[in-house]
């Protein structure tokens, strides 16, 4: 089992960042993959980032690519999304989610694909004014 704790959100100005957090449970090794996602009001929830946690490649979608950063600090168990230029049309619910098994081997984390994962955060709140 794996548990998923986001933290970080809040409320930005455009142009501003935030840091999400994502603190897991249980053992690292069987987290194949990680990912951020995020779902808007009226919207489907979308892949924003995610990293194969063997070795660290990782995946943006292109609305995000150059502004957002996705980590992971193992020693601390805890997953990062930096997101700096932030734009309105970046607020949502931001939503952690971890992958052990064939999804994640199977490289659709690459596509940002939801199948990829099997356990999910409850989500933190990120709202950016203009």
């Known amino acids: 089992q794996v548990q998923l704790v986001e933290s970080g959100g809040g409320s930005v100005q455009a142009g501003g960042s935030l840091r999400l957090s994502c603190a897991a449970s249980g053992d690292p090794s069987r987290r194949y993959c990680m990912g951020w996602f995020r779902q808007a009001p009226g919207k489907e929830r979308e892949g924003v980032a995610g990293i194969y946690t063997g070795d660290g490649s990782t995946y943006y979608a292109d609305s995000v690519k150059g502004r957002f950063t996705i980590s992971q600090d193992n020693a601390k168990n805890t997953l990062y999304l930096q997101m700096n230029s932030l734009k309105p049309e970046d607020t949502a619910m931001y939503y952690c989610?971890?992958?052990?098994?064939?999804?994640?081997?199977?490289?659709?984390?690459?596509?940002?694909?939801?199948?990829?994962?099997?356990?999910w955060g409850q989500g933190t709140q990120a709202t950016v004014s203009s």
């Open positions: 989610a971890a992958g052990t098994g064939y999804g994640c081997l199977s490289g659709s984390w690459r596509r940002g694909s939801q199948e990829a994962y099997n356990y």
